[in-house]
């Protein structure tokens, strides 16, 4: 669970960078406990028209991963980005899930949300 908030607040640094507020992104998180990765959908409201090459955005997410996980390689290694525009079907991103996930919601650990949702087997 450590390295799922240590990248949620990697990630929160990004936003903050961008001046993101948490209604301009949602982050989700997906574990393979069979073979130790970390998956995360990044959904943003800046994705929907972005200004940039899509590979810029891809640097700039794995940029702040780098920077904050460098004590932490090995958390740095399993981890996988996809970036989404916030006007796509979310719902059929998930659907994508398979049982040997672990669906971890960004919700979920930030407790101060007013909308919780649980983890949930994919």
Known sequence: MAAIIRIRDSIGRLASSKGWTRGDYRLDM?????????????FAREYDH?????SVLYD???????????????????????????????MAVRARINDSYIRIDDALLNPGLSELRPIALA
């Open 50 to 54: 972005p200004k940039v090459e899509e």
């Open 60 to 90: 700039e997410v794995y940029d702040q991963l780098e920077l904050d996980l460098t004590v932490e390689p090995d958390i740095y290694a399993m981890v996988g980005v996809l970036i989404w525009p916030w006007n796509c079907d979310q």
């Open 30 to 42: 997906i574990v393979n406990v069979d073979w130790g990765s970390i998956h995360i959908d990044l």
